[in-house]
């Protein structure tokens, strides 16, 4: 069971103690990601996520990388739309060394000018890297198209442009804005109690960490219009991405679009994996998942094919499309659904770094604390109406989105999956 302590100045410190482990997991969580950006900065959170490692007041990069191996430990960061996330885990006997670092890197790096010089090439590699992965440009291309003309649909790594350009001024400007702390949550999870924890943030972080007021607000309430995206490129294999409009994270009716999610396409068994790979064998990959945001969401499903199946592929999925809305699932399938996601919540429960994760999300995103146990409840009272309603309103909504990369296919991928 989590446990909540807010500060005064609106830092909030969450706490899952597993007294079970030797290890602990720490995470600084704060409401800064591509949501909060501008077409001008776009790019500047996960800048700042790369920058803010390469040196201190008191360390050089090397300094951090070493202080942090010599304990063993592992330290890490990412950018999301919505929230950026600094975090180590270690055996339980240097969490305090540990954590100390990790505050004071985050309240003092000092961003020299050489050394986001030498970060904005590695940045501009990673831009290059998603150029070669077509999966990547996909779902770009999709964010682009469903949440167009919003900061939702900006990607997270920016345009190179964008990156060649920031400087010490723009990063500090940055984090004036949002690092501050009521828009920070730190997260922990595993051999660590909250009265230890607290102690930790009291004595490295609470002090130190900026008080200003957070200003902006990320991407409010999209409304979503059909569209498309293609980026005609010569791979050897295309991916579609198929984007319908859905719920917000930590919304009621999540837990029965979790539950269709895993018995229409995230598993082996699932419906998409058995015609399309299995019967059909007219993909490598095909697979539908939903991502949550504050205020919007959306249900997806991706596809790895060649250029020439695209027609017969999308035509497979769109008549498997129309049987769930109109026939609904069977009460097999949605039993054995339940089964595999409750299973997967507790297996994520065994991981102290799954639950720091999952605990700082949804007090960032929610204003709730993660509870494994109610979110199981939440899937038990998930019935098949349930599910068949979520079908019903999310897959037959003429507002679908896709997008293409690969090959000329020859064919509308819009207008097929739309059946027109």
């Known amino acids: 069971m989590s446990e909540l302590i807010s500060y005064k100045n609106g830092l909030r410190l969450v706490v899952n103690h597993n007294p079970a482990v ?7 969580w704060v409401g800064a990601g591509s949501t909060r950006e501008t077409p001008q900065n776009n790019g500047i959170s996960h800048f700042t996520e790369h920058v803010i490692f390469k040196g201190t007041d008191k360390y050089t990069a090397f300094d951090i990388a070493n202080r942090f191996e010599s304990m063993g430990a592992l330290i890490n960061a990412f950018t999301g739309k919505e929230g950026t996330c600094y975090y180590v885990k270690s055996v339980d006997e240097y969490a305090e060394k540990c954590f100390s670092l990790l505050s004071h890197i985050f309240t003092h790096s000092s961003f020299d000018a050489d050394e986001l010089d030498k970060e904005r ?28 003309g919003t900061s939702l649909g900006y990607t997270i790594l920016g345009p190179a442009e964008n990156v060649a350009r920031f400087t010490r001024y723009d ?15 730190v997260s922990v999870s595993g051999n660590l109690d909250v009265k230890t924890a607290d102690a930790l943030v009291k004595k490295y972080l609470l002090n130190e960490i900026r008080a200003g007021k957070t200003t902006g607000k990320p991407c409010g309430k999209t409304k979503v219009t059909s569209g498309q995206s293609v980026r ?6 295309s991916n579609i991405g198929i984007s319908y409009p859905s719920v917000e994270f930590h919304h009621p009716r999540t837990p029965a679009q979790s539950v269709f999610s895993i018995l229409f396409g995230g598993g082996m068994s699932s419906r998409l994996f058995q015609k399309i790979r299995e019967q059909m064998g ?13 205020h919007n ?7 790895n094919i060649s250029a020439g199946n695209t027609k017969k592929v999308l035509t497979a999925v769109k008549k498997e499309i129309d ?12 039993n054995r659904a339940k089964i595999q996601l409750k299973s997967a919540l507790v297996f994520s429960e065994e991981s102290v770094q799954n639950i720091m994760t999952a605990q700082g999300k949804m007090l960032l995103l929610a204003d709730t604390l993660y509870d494994v146990d109610k979110r199981i409840a939440e899937i038990d009272a998930v019935t098949v109406q349930d599910v068949n309603d979520f079908a019903r309103d999310t897959l037959a909504d003429t507002n679908v989105c896709t997008a293409y990369v690969g090959k000329d296919p020859q064919t509308d991928v819009l207008q097929t999956i739309k059946g027109e």
């Open 22 to 28: 030797r290890s602990v997991a720490m995470g600084i």
């Open 121 to 148: 090439k590695v940045i501009t590699e990673e831009i290059n890297m998603v150029e070669d992965s077509p999966e990547d440009i996909c779902y770009d291309l999709l964010a682009e198209t469903l949440y167009k």
């Open 171 to 185: 990063v500090l400007a940055y984090m004036d804005k949002l690092y501050n702390a009521d828009n920070t949550v």
């Open 232 to 237: 005609i490129k010569d791979f050897e294999q």
């Open 282 to 294: 007219l993909a490598y990959s095909v697979y539908s998942t939903s991502l949550a945001y504050k």
């Open 297 to 303: 969401g959306n249900f997806d499903i991706m596809l």
């Open 323 to 334: 049987a769930i809305v109109n026939e609904g699932v069977t009460q097999e399938e949605f």
